[in-house]
């Protein structure tokens, strides 16, 4: 890895277009990844990817004049004191507002490079692109700007706003809030039936942590595999079993915790209010993101919730 100071204006130059290169294809990548769902959030960035392509244009053409036909690879990962960008395809579900933090990164990042590289730059039209060049990036912020406006129309930023919030409901609340209601509620009846027959706040621990895992992994599989995401929208079938099989186990060790305290009776009292309290979670949950109406929300999860404990402590008395 050679420090930055050390290179040569053929090598700054040559290293001006592959950064140049990179960044046209992380934009086309978050272009093409937000066609689908933010059309106008995508000629966005095709526009922005249009600009970095005119750069790369005007630095080869330099680098051609002054050194000739072969450009050497020099990547941002050969010089010290670049930050690592990562992959589009590693930050799947795109979320807008995490997009355009890395792209103000990003283009804070590369005009500090020109700036710096425009410094040690000796020959005057090198030089002079340079700081052209980081003078474009110092304005890059308004041109954004002036792109959004451009291609957002009116109405079309909310619409964008609401198709994301469409989308973290189906790819994140939809499986946590199965799982949560899967983990709170089925792991009731066997926690609550081996606590009532053995009156044993370790012996209700130990089931209850398996009845949680077990059904974390269970629920998380489920998820996983009966759903590519394709053709619902509903994102990577890995993420959704993972926040699913979490939100499961989380579900299920919130009312196992309790039987951690040694003394019987206070263990169970601590659990059936940790158990009402997952309960209005949920409620509130379903209602928040799932615009069920509030009372029925809670109806349908507090009988479903009390039908489940009575089963375990009828079956832990018997």
Known sequence: MRDFNSLSEKEILALAIFLEEEDERI??????????????????????REEESEHRRR??????????????LIRRQDVKGFVQRQPVWLIQPLNLQKIRNQVSAMEV???RFYERAAARATDASIRQLLDDLAQVER??????????????GPGQVEQEEEAQRRLFVLQIVQPGLAGLMDGSVSTLAPIFAAAFATMSSHD????????????????????????DGNLTGRGHPWLRGAVCGLMTTLGGIGHTLPFLIGRFELAMTVAVLVVLAELSTISWVRH???????????VQVMLGGALVFLAGVLIGKS
Not at 32 to 42: P, Q, T, Y
Not at 208 to 225: D, K, W
Request: glycine fraction near 10%; proline fraction near 2%; avoid cysteine.
């Open 59 to 72: 630095l080869i053409e330099l680098f051609r004049q002054k050194f000739g036909e072969h450009i050497p």
């Open 27 to 48: 934009y086309a990548d978050l272009a093409e990844g937000l066609r689908e769902n933010f059309s106008g959030s995508a000629e966005v960035f095709d526009g922005m």
């Open 139 to 152: 304005t890059h912020s308004t041109r954004a700007e002036a792109l959004e406006r451009e291609k957002l």
């Open 204 to 227: 209700a621990f130990t089931v209850g942590l398996a009845a949680s895992v077990g059904a974390g992994i269970s629920m998380g599989f489920a998820e996983a595999l009966s759903d």
């Open 109 to 111: 990042e590369t005009r």
């Open 288 to 298: 928040r993101y799932m615009d069920t109406p509030a009372f029925s929300a809670a």
